[in-house]
């Protein structure tokens, strides 16, 4: 999975610890994943951001279930391991002209 590939949305993750995200990427609905490590240095990592990791999870499920079916697997993820969230959420993604697509 490429992020330029249609999908239809995004699960972010922000968490504490290092753990790889990558089994995550076996739950439907989810159809690849791309994360970062946080670092200390120059520019553009001039503040200490160790310990810290951001996941994007692709998706090209519905975001809502998809998320729901994520919850177990993020559930045992933080409680077997030092990885704790500190954001774990979904996100749909924005269609042209179509303002109102997931509003009430």
Request: zero cysteines; charged letters at 20%.
């Given at each position: 999975m490429v992020p330029w590939r249609p999908g239809s949305g995004v699960y972010?993750?922000?968490e504490q610890g290092g753990v790889t995200p990558a089994p995550l990427v076996d739950t439907p609905g989810v159809a690849g994943a791309?994360?970062?490590?946080g670092c200390q240095g120059p520019a553009p990592c001039d503040t200490d951001h160790?310990?810290?990791q951001l996941t994007f999870l692709l998706l090209d499920g519905d975001p809502m279930e998809v998320a729901e079916r994520l919850r177990y697997p993020l559930e045992r993820r933080w409680a077997n391991s030092d990885e704790s969230a500190l954001l774990a959420a979904p996100f749909q993604t924005v269609v042209p002209r179509e303002w109102d697509r997931h509003l009430p």
């Open positions: 972010l993750l922000i791309w994360w970062l490590d160790r310990g810290l």
